[in-house]
């Protein structure tokens, strides 16, 4: 009797997991990065930054995973993503009342656009704005200045992500 009723957990849980998966899959959701990007951009050129930049590997990286081929080469694009603004900033948020800093806020912020081999604008031009805080401690100076390039890393990983999504969003217009 307990093989048996093993067995129909077993099974109900196979069909709970089959159901919600159906259900998932016809409400629109999608893991992320497994939208498409515009036909235009199978062979991308990334302008606006240099080629071992962070934000130029973040793209590479992101644009390769949704099956994009990034080019070196202007003449063989079939479509150019424009980095044409890249800014970072460390602005103090907080300071106690002796005046020293506690904490920070670290912002990137990035503009582009997509234009086709032939000129015509894919994707116009955006703006995507991250930040966080970080707290500055003056005795643990070495570990915040490590903390505030990893944080540094993340908002060039999440500047890119959201951009990506525009980019796809434009790819089912």
């Known amino acids: 009797m307990r093989a ?29 990065g497994s939208e498409s990007l515009p036909a235009e951009m199978s062979v991308t050129f990334i302008r606006g930054t240099a080629e071992f930049n962070p934000l130029y590997d973040a793209f590479r990286t992101s644009l390769e995973s949704h099956g994009a081929r990034v080019t070196l080469n202007r003449s063989e694009a079939t479509a150019v993503l424009s980095i044409l603004e890249n800014v970072t900033s460390t602005d103090v948020q907080t300071v106690n009342l002796s005046g020293q800093v506690l ?27 991250q930040s966080r805080v970080v707290k500055f401690n003056v005795k643990g100076l070495l570990g915040s200045e ?21 980019i796809t969003a434009a790819g089912r217009r």
């Open 4 to 32: 048996r009723t093993s067995l129909f957990v077993v099974t109900g849980r196979y069909l709970c997991v089959a159901v919600v998966s159906l259900l998932l899959g016809a409400c629109g959701f999608h893991l992320r």
């Open 103 to 129: 904490e920070y806020r670290l912002t990137q912020n990035i503009q582009f656009e997509v234009t086709a081999a032939d000129g015509r604008l894919l994707v116009e031009r955006q703006s995507v704005t």
């Open 146 to 166: 490590r903390e505030r390039a990893t944080i540094r890393a993340d908002l060039t990983r999440d500047v890119v992500n959201l951009a990506m999504l525009r």
